[in-house]
């Protein structure tokens, strides 16, 4: 079957604008991750979606970010007024049920360029 | 909040040498878990550790678990230029429905 899924694989915007990524996770899987990657670096968590539970936007890093999950599937992040620091590779993944003993799926990731 | 911390951040090895990773949680975990990133490439999974003192082997990879359950080692013997990327720990967040990841070890192997 299809793995997680990503849209676009690469996006280059200017600074200020808004930018709207979009994952596809595995079918069945009901939690769904975003994560930020910068170049060389660690997986930085932002939000975390399970079901039809509230969403654990914890680690959002500013108001500029948001994520919403429709008919708990597709999910869809936004950058709004992007800055050149929002620049990084975001990797959705999503797991079978609640994460603590489920492997995460990851998809190829979106690489966001803010000129 | 809980931690978890890997060490080293980076290794260059020369082909053929050994390699091992620490992973280091402030709290005892349920599970671990590992990951490995080629470069240029996303997060897969390699395996899940749980119970104390657990060993687990994948071909050349040996995974470790620890007795009190608060760290894991990876080891590969005799590395090989297909072992370079990036090795993830994981472990579950304080809620116990997410994971925590590590910060990565970067491994890089000279042939």
């Known amino acids: 079957g299809a793995g997680v899924s990503q849209s676009p694989s690469n996006k280059v915007t200017e600074k200020g604008k808004d930018v709207e990524l979009r994952c596809d996770p595995i079918s069945g899987h009901t939690a769904l991750y975003w994560y930020r990657q910068s170049l060389g670096q660690g997986l930085e968590f932002l939000i975390y979606f399970q079901g039809n539970s509230a969403p654990d936007k914890s680690g959002l890093p500013s108001d500029r970010f948001s994520a919403e999950r429709t008919g708990g599937s597709v999910s869809t992040l936004t950058i709004q007024r992007t800055q050149q620091e929002d620049s990084a590779v975001y990797l959705c993944a999503s797991s079978f049920g609640q994460g603590e003993y489920n492997e995460q799926f990851f998809g190829p990731g979106t690489r966001l360029t803010v000129l | 909040g809980q931690q978890v911390m890997q060490i080293p951040q980076y290794q260059h090895v020369q082909e053929g040498e050994d390699f091992t990773t620490y992973c280091n949680s402030s709290?005892?975990?349920?599970?671990i878990q590992w990951y490995k990133q080629r470069p240029g490439g996303h997060p897969v999974f390699l395996i899940q550790l749980v119970k104390s003192g657990e060993v687990k082997k994948q071909k050349r990879l040996t995974f470790q678990f620890g007795e009190a359950k608060k760290n894991s080692s990876l080891h590969i013997t005799a590395t090989q230029t297909t072992d370079v990327g990036t090795y993830f720990c994981a472990g579950p967040n304080n809620a116990g429905n997410m994971l925590t990841f590590g910060g990565g070890t970067r491994l890089m192997v000279k042939p």
């Open positions: 709290t005892t975990l349920s599970n």
